[in-house]
């Protein structure tokens, strides 16, 4: 029988809303016992620095390079996870619980997979020294370096959790991802998700986000500029695919705040909804996680195209929390030598593993 491992599993996603924190017992194949998990939002001067990151990034040409607030910016984040996972632990009596592992994802600057070039910034080594806990990280590299997509990582976690087959699971994050679970896995990053519409916020209402899709519910479709956008070349290729967060924008020209953000909720949406070309089957069921499933446009617009459209809660799941229970899942599956990325889901030759374990 393989080691059950006490996993943290840390997220930093596209969205730049927080960390999500999440603790998994697994053997990083089919045991799966969640538990407890947690958000810690970053606030307006964190999100500000990981922007202007975003923007320095697009200076960077190989993976080593730090240009601008880079460097500064890497050092910062490691200690907010730091940070997280000591709040993590003293908030749940779990300090003198042994854990064995922390899958760090880190936060994703650049992701252009055809240069063979992902970013994520974040010090494996310091936070293992920080937290006294060994650390994987990193773990998108080897398999862009082999010539995949580096995204996503999620679908072998997926299919462990997956009761009803086939069926598609469905992360709206920054950037939207589908697992479909069949006979095999087949993965992708359907387009947009949450980040252009939290851009558009900022960029008009000096919002991070739409709260509960609240604008989004209220304005018009802009059906031309629609069309249009789904028109993108990226569309039409066929998966494994990926893409970067700023891979798309929208020309919404003269639109309002709330026509603007309610064309961009449909984006994602349609989007979405188009991934179902490529399935072998219909799923059965498609589950919406991430944080995605609270902006009510989108969840109003997907109901409408796709049928049997549920929830990660209407399943007993943790829509917020299942990339970083993912994460936990998948530095058990590093420490035991276990692929984490497929030729289904990252189009990589062979199943491979990855990441970078640091011990504390």
Excluded at 339 to 345: D, E, I, M, R
């Amino acid at each position: 029988m393989s080691k059950i491992c006490r996993a943290i599993g840390l997220m930093s996603g596209t969205s730049l809303d927080g960390i999500d924190v999440a603790l998994l017992e697994t053997d990083g194949e089919g045991h799966v016992q969640r538990g407890p998990s947690a958000t810690y939002a970053y606030d307006a001067s964190q999100q500000a620095r990981l922007r202007q990151a975003l923007q320095d990034a697009l200076e960077i040409r190989a993976r080593n390079e730090r240009p601008g607030s880079l460097a500064a910016a890497e050092m910062a984040l490691t200690d907010w996870h730091a940070n997280a996972v000591h709040s993590f632990l003293q908030e749940r009596g779990l300090t003198d619980s042994k854990i064995d592992v922390i899958g760090f994802h880190g936060q994703t600057v650049l992701h252009r997979p055809e240069q063979r070039l992902t970013v994520q910034l974040g010090d494996g080594a310091a936070l293992a020294r920080a937290t006294g806990i060994d650390v994987v990280y990193d773990m998108r590299a080897a398999d862009v370096a082999a010539g995949g997509q580096g995204a996503p990582l999620v679908p072998i976690y997926h299919a462990a959790l997956a009761k009803t087959r086939p069926a598609a699971f469905v992360n709206i994050g920054g950037v939207a991802n589908v697992t479909y679970v069949g006979d095999d896995v087949l993965a992708f990053d359907t387009g947009p998700g949450n980040a252009l519409i939290n851009d558009w916020m900022m960029k008009h209402k000096g919002l991070s986000f739409d709260e509960g899709g609240k604008t989004c519910l209220s304005g018009s479709v802009g059906r031309l500029q629609l069309a249009s956008a789904l028109n993108h070349p990226y569309f039409a290729q066929k998966p494994p695919k990926s893409l970067d967060r700023n891979a798309m924008a929208l020309v919404l020209k003269d639109f309002g705040l709330a026509d603007g953000a309610a064309t961009l909720a449909a984006f994602t949406a349609h989007s979405i909804a188009a991934a179902a070309k490529w399935f072998p089957k219909p799923p059965k069921q498609w589950v919406i996680c991430g944080g995605g499933r609270h902006n009510a446009a989108i969840m109003q617009t997907l109901r409408g195209l796709l049928p049997n459209v549920v929830t990660a809660e209407d399943l007993g799941l943790n829509g917020d929390s299942m990339e970083a229970e993912a994460w936990a899942y998948l530095a058990v599956r590093s420490l035991r030598g276990l692929p984490l990325t497929f030729p289904g889901t990252t189009g990589v030759a062979q199943p491979l593993t990855g990441g970078v374990r640091t011990r504390a």
